[in-house]
């Protein structure tokens, strides 16, 4: 990583977020959700193509077993009882472009993958943890994109 890559603030959160999922579809780039949507070099925000971050594809055949090694590693070094997912920085899923995820349900998506996500970790008798704003459906509160999901 650059001495800055970003040129807006960000948190210890999401450059944590961005160093996992953009190394994870560095080297996994199958995994990618908007494979046509390239990170520029020199990241800002807002940008021409309105991605504030990368999503993995909760559909991809072959992702879970990486996600889940990952998140047990995570898990067995710091012997934690819970795992937090984050979940807050999924602002691209379902993407029309996606063969896996083109016309379903985004919120069965990513209720889907929560899910998927808790059970795993409930199986080493773990809770997970995630953010509850992209769970507040924004158009009927009235929120915008950041305290809410604006997902369609």
Not at 37 to 66: A, F, R, T
Request: with cysteine.
């Amino acid at each position: 990583m650059s001495e800055s890559c970003f040129t807006s603030e960000f948190s210890p959160a999401l450059l944590l977020e961005y160093l996992i999922v953009n190394n994870l579809l560095r080297v996994y780039p199958e995994f990618d959700e908007t494979p046509g949507v390239k990170m520029p070099e020199k990241y800002q925000w807002p940008n021409p193509d309105g991605l504030y971050c990368k999503s993995y594809c909760p559909l991809h055949p072959e992702l879970h077993p990486i996600v889940f090694a990952l998140v047990d590693e995570i898990c067995e070094v710091f012997e934690s009882d819970a795992f937090h997912a984050g979940m807050d920085e999924v602002f691209c899923i379902g993407d029309e472009k996606c063969p896996r995820c083109a016309g379903r349900d985004k919120a069965e998506l990513f209720a889907g993958e929560v899910n998927l996500i808790c059970n795993h970790v409930a199986l080493k008798n773990r809770r997970l943890w995630i953010w509850g704003d992209r769970l507040i459906d924004g158009k009927t509160t009235g929120m915008g994109m950041w305290e809410a999901s604006m997902n369609k």
